[in-house]
T-cell receptor, first 115, second 113 residues
Framework: AQSVAQPEDQVNVAEGNPLTVKCTYS??????LFWYVQYPNRGLQFLLK??????LVKGSYGFEAEFNKSQTSFHLKKPSALVSDSALYFC?????????????FGPGTRLSVLP | GAGVSQSPSNKVTEKGKDVELRCDPI?????LYWYRQRLGQGLEFLIY????????KSGLPSDRFSAERTGESVSTLTIQRTQQEDSAVYLC???????????FGSGTRLTVV
């Protein structure tokens, strides 16, 4: 079975400061890991993914995430937060060795960037 | 079309009535997923279609829920005898292959009164 945990319901950060949104996962095979963002009253948008290769993945809007296999984590980061980054962030995982598996999403973390 | 299209965008229905939600995936995307998002909660998997394979229905919460997909095109999610706890945003997503992320539609907000 696969699962995703996002231990923080809410993250508050001041504009211009670095931000981190945490994600840990459990999967039996090779993890395919994704981050999505949901802005108010809009659908989910893809941010970035890790399938294989470099552990540091760069994505849209200046976000990046680091895959850490030993800690089974895939934390989302940004060096300097913007007020417009305020949104709901979802981490998702699927078992890359099992093609038929769907993605499992974490419960989401609400990011508030304060001006 | 350029994205995943869902209709209607909003639906208010009376308890006990049936509703049908529609999803038009991106052309060529073989995988199609339905998720549910209750207010303030995360995404809940409902059903997954992959090409002509049997769908993964393991997430459907009860036998009142069913979904169909015609080939690799339109999908409809049907909820029979709606209950108030069915109120949620129903999201459809499509994907080209397993290594790609999803493209989500903007969802159908269902309110059962």
């Amino acid at each position: 079975a696969q699962s995703v945990a996002q231990p923080e319901d809410q993250v508050n950060v001041a504009e211009g400061n670095p931000l981190t949104v945490k994600c840990t996962y459990s999967v039996s095979g090779n993890p395919y890991l994704f981050w999505y963002v949901q802005y108010p009253n809009r659908g989910l948008q893809f941010l970035l993914k890790y399938i294989t290769g470099d552990n540091l993945v760069k994505g849209s809007y200046g976000f990046e995430a680091e895959f850490n296999k030993s800690q089974t984590s895939f934390h989302l980061k940004k060096p300097s937060a913007l007020v417009s980054d305020s949104a709901l962030y979802f981490c998702a995982v699927r078992d890359g060795d099992n093609y038929g598996q769907n993605f499992v999403f974490g419960p989401g973390t609400r990011l508030s960037v304060l001006p | 079309g350029a994205g995943v299209s869902q209709s209607p965008s909003n639906k208010v229905t009376e308890k006990g009535k049936d509703v049908e939600l529609r999803c038009d995936p991106i052309s060529g995307h073989t995988a199609l997923y339905w998720y549910r998002q209750r207010l303030g909660q995360g995404l809940e998997f409902l059903i997954y279609f992959q090409g002509n394979s049997a769908p993964d229905k393991s997430g459907l919460p009860s036998d009142r829920f069913s979904a169909e997909r015609t080939g690799e095109s339109v999908s409809t999610l049907t909820i029979q005898r709606t209950q108030q706890e069915d109120s949620a945003v129903y999201l459809c997503a499509s994907s080209l292959q397993s290594t790609y992320g999803y493209t989500f539609g903007s969802g159908t907000r269902l309110t059962v009164v």
